[in-house]
């Protein structure tokens, strides 16, 4: 497996390309983490949930989205 990480875009977004072997069949991974701002309503409702003796999380607050995609190469004609 190929393993690529690209951290820090954020709300600039960034075009990749992926290729592959016409005769494979890939599968790719995408996962995708963000981390809520600090002064967002949602935020600010979390941690007023949060009982008073808990421990900080070390990511933050985030949501992360996982989405597999099997056999993604166009089929050929």
């Keep these: 497996p190929v393993v690529v990480r690209i951290s820090g875009v954020g709300d600039r977004g960034a075009e990749i390309e992926f290729t592959a072997d016409a005769?494979?069949?890939p599968t790719l991974t995408l996962i995708e983490r963000s981390t809520l701002p600090e002064d967002s309503a949602e935020a600010r409702a979390l941690r007023a949930a949060r009982p008073k003796d808990s421990a900080p999380v070390h990511g933050g607050d985030n949501a992360t989205v996982v989405v597999?995609?099997?056999?993604?190469?166009?089929?050929?004609?």
Aim: hydrophobic share 45%; charged share 25%; aromatic share 8%.
């Design 23 to 25: 005769a494979a069949n």
């Design 68 to 77: 597999t995609l099997k056999d993604w190469v166009a089929p050929k004609p």
